[in-house]
């Protein structure tokens, strides 16, 4: 906050305010004094008017918060509930390793409390977070090193894969780990690089940056990146070297006030010189989506103000014609209209200035609302029910809106009205 900022801010209120003023003193102004003083002032109520039109851009705006909330919403829930190839029901906690040397003995001593499900080592998790991203390339043996293509690497050790539930599709998982890999556990992008099957896979050597070694398993396709961009190729190595990062699996989250404490003075015991610090899986992932969060949160509270201004817009209108039309509404009634014939005849016009604005809005919500979905290697597609349900909601808005003041004036008496001066 600072002097910039608040006079922007100020600056813009005043002109709201003046632009607000302008055209209801125009109309002021050009009454003539003797007619207006004979309450004979006529106003237009048909047409496009300047009233109609601020109505349909209001609802205009507002289908558009509408819409574009449950489309960003419907895309959040997809990412929150898509199969991303790899287990994520249990919670996971990660923590970050000094030396590997002592890791068994961390293992062993954490297995002793019954909360604790399963551990596991390695560079990271499935989805790599961007500090534990470790890039390579790849080729086969008898390929030139320009032909190379790009891949992902992981550390990890025997229990990675049944630790993530991983589907293995051909071959065995790693039998050991050393200090040096000697083995790949590759993912089916790696294998269609070749034009490989999964069983041709097995016992083919490739050659990746670190060095050469045989592929032994081919796991079916996880998300090793974010939903915003495509499944890469991804190689796991059984070498030690990369085992830095120590996942576990807890049977539930009922008492992890037990089981926190335990994991750190575990951790300290070991590891004394470390600086202790983890994550759950689930704040890993969800960090990938934090923007789109954001994106979701804004866009239900315009949807919200919105809406409030539009009621707001349709009301003052409403009253207006209410008032309007006051003698029209006694001799509808003295010749026999129902309330429900009077709540209609003033229901229809807003109506209509609603699908209006519907008409407007559609395309205008759909060409973005895809634009910003093409962001998003995997998404959702646009689907009719999200711009029906944009009118349907808006219309429900429009009939709470105006019901009651058009009862009120359907269900008045008759001869106040058409007394009426």
């Known amino acids: 906050m600072d002097w910039t900022t608040l006079g922007f801010t100020l600056l813009i ?3 709201i305010i003046l632009l607000a003023c302008l055209y209801p003193a125009i109309v002021m102004a050009s009454y003539r004094p003797v007619e207006a003083l004979k309450n004979k002032v006529i106003t237009s109520t048909g047409g496009l008017t300047l009233r109609r039109s601020l109505i349909v851009v209001q609802f205009l705006i507002v289908q558009l918060f509408i819409i574009g909330t449950l489309v960003v919403g419907a895309q959040m829930n997809f990412l929150e509930h898509t199969d991303i190839g790899f287990s994520k029901t249990d919670p996971v ?17 954490l297995l002793e409390n019954p909360g604790i499900k399963e551990i596991s080592f390695s560079s990271s998790g499935p989805m790599s977070d961007y500090n534990h991203h470790y890039g390579t390339s790849f080729r086969l043996p008898d390929q030139r090193e320009e032909d190379a293509k790009e891949a992902e690497e992981k550390g990890v050790d025997m229990n990675f894969i049944s630790f993530y539930e991983l589907e293995l599709l051909a071959g065995r998982n790693f039998s050991s780990v050393h200090e040096t890999f000697n083995e790949f556990i590759v993912n089916e992008q790696v294998i269609k690089a070749f034009n490989w099957k999964p ?16 592929i032994v398993g081919v796991v079916r396709d996880f998300h090793n990146n974010s939903l915003k ?8 190595l059984n070498s030690t070297a990369w085992l830095d990062r120590c996942n576990i699996k807890l049977h539930d989250d009922r008492n992890l006030s037990e089981i926190l404490p335990f994991i750190e003075s575990t951790w300290k015991e070991i590891y004394p010189e470390g600086i202790y610090n983890y994550t759950f899986m689930d704040d890993v992932l969800a960090k990938n989506y934090a923007l789109e969060q954001l994106i979701f949160n804004g866009f239900t509270t315009f949807s919200i103000l919105t809406i409030v201004i539009g009621c707001l817009g349709l009301y003052g209108l409403l009253s207006f014609v209410t008032i309007r039309k006051t003698k029209e509404v006694g001799i509808r009634k003295v010749l026999g209209a129902s309330v429900l014939q009077i709540v209609s005849m003033f229901g229809r016009e807003f109506f209509v200035l609603v699908i209006v604005a519907f008409v407007f809005a559609a395309p205008i919500c759909y060409y973005y609302m895809d634009q910003w979905l093409s962001v998003f290697a995997y998404h959702i597609d646009l689907s009719l029910w999200m711009f029906v349900s944009g009118i349907v909601i808006t219309l429900c808005i429009t009939l709470f809106t105006i019901g009651y003041q058009s009862i009120k004036a359907a269900i008045a ?5 058409l007394r009426n001066e």
């Not at 990660?94 to 001593?109: A, G, H, L, P, Y």
């Open 93 to 109: 906690l990660i923590t970050n390793m000094n030396e590997f040397d002592r890791s068994e003995v961390f293992r062993q001593k």
């Open 229 to 236: 961009d495509e499944i890469t190729p991804c190689f796991l």
């Open 199 to 214: 069983e041709e896979a097995i016992g083919q050597k490739v050659i990746i940056n670190e060095g050469e070694a045989t």
């Open 13 to 15: 209120g005043i002109g």
């Open 413 to 417: 008496n008759p001869v106040d009205a």
